[in-house]
């Protein structure tokens, strides 16, 4: 079965401190793994993919098979950082489905 | 360019009532999905369409979702008999390809409340 699980609906931290937003995966096969983000009165749009391995607006995120998981991680958060966060999965062949996860609402404090 | 659109943006519907919900993809793109996302949920898939033929509807809820997209651009999600768990925002993606890493656009989602 397909399934994206995102543990944490809330994340509360400070300017400046690191940011970790866990997703973990079950999927037979390999899938490809994205993280979209939903600024406040914005749609839903892509902020990075594990194929292209780049870092957009300092957020990272590196697949680990192993541990079936896709966590994005940002060294220093700023405030405009404050949004909802979901980690999404597809197949590797064709246009996919997105399977989403239930999304993560990051706060980033003063 | 502009990207996805969708209207209506708000829709309450009075149980029973039958809805439409018009999605128009970025010009060009030939993959168009839609999803339903409850609240407090992530969005979950309905239906794929490749160019004008509907390739997979398996996240249809059930026979009352219906979802066309003639002529290979705009695409219409139709809701029959509408009951109080259909509300739900519902979101049009579009992407450029068929196969291949790809990006989906989303629209800004239309809003439906069941009364």
């Known amino acids: 079965a397909q399934r994206v699980t995102q543990p944490e609906k809330l994340l509360s931290v400070f300017k400046g401190a690191p940011v970790e937003l866990k997703c973990n995966y079950s999927?037979?096969?390999?899938?490809?793994l994205f993280w979209y983000v939903q600024y406040s009165r914005q749609r839903l749009q892509l902020l990075l993919r594990?194929?292209s391995r780049e870092s957009i607006k300092g957020f990272t995120a590196d697949l680990n098979k192993g541990e079936t998981s896709f966590h994005l991680k940002k060294p220093f958060a700023q405030e405009e950082d404050s949004a909802m966060y979901y980690c999404?999965?597809?197949?590797?062949?064709?246009?996919?489905?997105?399977?989403f996860g239930q999304g993560t609402r990051l706060t980033i404090n003063p | 360019g502009a990207g996805v659109s969708q209207s209506p943006r708000y829709k309450v519907a009075k149980r029973g009532q039958d809805v439409a919900l018009r999605c128009d993809p970025i010009s060009g793109h030939v993959s168009l999905f839609w999803y339903q996302q409850a609240l407090g949920q992530g969005p979950e898939f309905l239906t794929y369409f490749q160019n004008e033929a509907q390739l997979d509807k398996s996240g249809l809820p059930s026979d009352r979702f219906f979802a066309e997209r003639p002529e290979g651009s705009v695409s219409t999600l139709k809701i029959q008999r509408t009951q109080q768990e259909d509300s739900a925002v519902y979101l049009c993606?579009?992407?450029?390809?068929?196969?291949?890493?790809?990006?989906?656009?989303f629209g800004p989602g239309t809003r439906l409340t069941v009364t």
């Open positions: 993606a579009s992407s450029l390809r068929t196969s291949g890493s790809y990006e989906q656009y």
């Open positions: 999404a999965l597809s197949g590797l062949r064709g246009a996919q489905k997105l399977v």
């Open positions: 999927y037979s096969g390999s899938p490809e």
């Open positions: 594990h194929i």
